[in-house]
T-cell receptor
Framework: AQKVTQAQTEISVVEKEDVTLDCVYE???????LFWYKQPPSGELVFLIR??????QNEISGRYSWNFQKSTSSFNFTITASQVVDSAVYFC?????????????FGQGTRLTINP | NAGVMQNPRHLVRRRGQEARLRCSPM?????VYWYRQLPEEGLKFMVY????????ESGMPKERFSAEFPKEGPSILRIQQVVRGDSAAYFC???????????FGPGTRLLVL
């Protein structure tokens, strides 16, 4: 069975600090996708990134970066120079490469608070 | 290009009433997914639909819950005879194709009194 673990329930940092959100996953599939979604206080879910299991290259998008390591089954997310607007709940998710439904399996989420 | 739309954003029902949640996918998307977020929990898959077909409903409770995605109009998640435990945020997502990224709507927050 697939499983995603986000061990950090809550993180609180001061603005401009760097912060890393951990994500560890379990799957028996050799091909899968990994995702990060952001849920700001307004409640919607915002797509941030999708990675294919074949692509272990790290990715950077502005202040956001992602570190995918198959050897440790981890897909960690780092925010550099955090800002108050980054305050949100962040979800890591996993899906297989679907034969049928692309069911996303979500972690429990990490609530990130950036204090001014 | 409008995103996934859900309405209502908030819905209050008394126990025993029916709840109807609507989802209009992004333009060009024909795959719709429903997820439920219970308080203090992550999101859980409920059902996957294509136009006029339920493809996978393995995450949906067997009783009182149903979903449809008609040829014309939005996808509907219907909960009959709601109970307090149905109080949750219900999210709809859509994708262009089976292997494409799912984009989520703003959710419907259902409160059962």
């Amino acid at each position: 069975a697939q499983k995603v673990t986000q061990a950090q329930t809550e993180i609180s940092v001061v603005e401009k600090e760097d912060v890393t959100l951990d994500c560890v996953y379990e799957t028996r599939d050799t091909t899968y996708y990994l995702f990060w979604y952001k849920q700001p206080p307004s409640g919607e879910l915002v797509f941030l990134i999708r990675r294919n299991s074949f692509d272990e290259q790290n990715e950077i998008s502005g202040r956001y970066s992602w570190n995918f390591q198959k050897s440790t089954s981890s897909f960690n997310f780092t925010i550099t120079a955090s800002q108050v607007v980054d305050s949100a709940v962040y979800f890591c998710a996993l899906s297989d490469v679907p034969q049928g439904a692309q069911k996303l399996v979500f972690g429990q989420g990490t609530r990130l608070t950036i204090n001014p | 290009n409008a995103g996934v739309m859900q309405n209502p954003r908030h819905l209050v029902r008394r126990r025993g009433q029916e709840a109807r949640l609507r989802c209009s996918p992004m333009k060009g998307h024909s795959h719709v997914y429903w997820y439920r977020q219970l308080p203090e929990e992550g999101l859980k898959f409920m059902v996957y639909l294509q136009k006029e077909n339920i493809i996978d409903e393995s995450g949906m409770p067997k009783e009182r819950f149903s979903a449809e995605f008609p040829k014309e109009g939005p996808s509907i998640l219907r909960i009959q005879q709601v109970v307090r435990g149905d109080s949750a945020a219900y999210f709809c997502a859509s994708s262009r194709d089976l292997q494409e990224t799912q984009y989520f709507g703003p959710g419907t927050r259902l409160l059962v009194l």
